[in-house]
């Protein structure tokens, strides 16, 4: 058997907090030095594990955290919303259409140089635009490219709108 004192040093606590434990009823109450010690550190981890919450099962949702997400998610609509009022925002479809008539463009335009220019040519010097050309041509139709394109272009449309944010 124990007295306050003792459980106090055995539970790691003042000896007025077990008076209060006591008084919440988490302690036993038992006459002066007759607490075991065994059984008030047992109702003492209850009552520890009785403040904590439960933990979440998988498939629980945090309403704090799927608050936090929706508050994102509308955040990052409205200031897409904002940049597309602004002119910073382009449709990638739209994009790529424009890009590919003006591709067509150029092939054309680079397959009637050859044409152009293999009467003021020699025939070894028309065979090595025409490869120059077909080179060139096939570099413009590499989607690796045009990807790299789309996104150097990506990257200074986001630093031109940040430079006009900063106005």
């Known amino acids: 058997m124990s007295t306050i004192a003792e459980i106090a040093v055995h539970l790691d606590l003042s000896e007025r907090r077990v008076r209060e434990l ?3 009823n988490v ?14 550190r047992v109702a003492y981890i ?6 904590q919450p439960e933990p979440s099962q998988p ?14 998610a509308l955040a990052e609509q409205t200031e897409m919303k904002n940049e ?18 003006e591709y067509g463009v150029i092939r054309q335009r680079f397959m009637g140089i050859r044409g152009k220019l293999s009467d003021a040519l020699d025939p070894k010097q028309t065979i090595r ?3 120059e050309i077909i080179e060139a041509l096939e570099e413009l139709s590499d989607p690796d490219k045009f990807d790299a394109i ?3 272009f990506d990257k ?10 900063k106005k």
Do not use: F, N, W
């Open 84 to 101: 597309e009022t602004r002119g910073h925002l382009v449709e990638i479809a739209a994009v790529t259409a424009q890009v590919s008539r």
């Open 129 to 131: 635009v025409e490869g």
């Open 22 to 24: 006591q008084g919440m």
């Open 150 to 152: 789309l996104v150097a």
């Open 59 to 72: 498939g629980d949702l945090d309403p704090a955290q799927e608050r936090a997400r929706k508050d994102r």
């Open 46 to 51: 209850r009552y520890l594990r009785d403040l």
């Open 27 to 40: 302690l036993p109450k038992a006459a002066r030095g007759q607490m075991d010690s065994d059984v008030c």
């Open 156 to 165: 200074q449309a986001k630093h031109k709108a940040k430079q006009e944010s």
